[in-house]
């Protein structure tokens, strides 16, 4: 059973890069973004997960606010 998970900005900030592919099926921890914050430092959003990145919904380079959906994850549910 597959669950839609949404990757939320934690902060404000410019995304400075990503590395995950829509569509990719995967099962590990990830550095899904990084984020440049106003001071210049650069925060790292990582997730572990078994499943596929349905839909990245932002850019390199795009201003990004606390609560913006980053992306979609398809998770797989165990069954109990």
Do not use: H, W
């Not at 597959?2 to 921890?29: A, W």
């Not at 984020?35 to 650069?42: E, F, H, N, Q, S």
């Not at 990582?46 to 380079?61: A, L, M, N």
């Amino acid at each position: 059973m597959l669950m839609e998970e949404m990757i939320l900005s934690p902060c404000d900030g410019v995304l400075v890069t990503f590395r995950i592919q829509e569509n990719l099926t995967q099962k590990r921890c990830n550095t899904f973004f990084k984020i440049r914050l106003k001071d210049d430092t650069i925060l790292e959003i990582k997730k572990t997960y078994q499943g596929k990145i349905s839909s990245v919904e932002v850019r390199e380079g795009e201003e990004v606010v606390k609560g913006m959906v980053l992306a979609y994850v398809e998770e797989y549910a165990l069954e109990i």
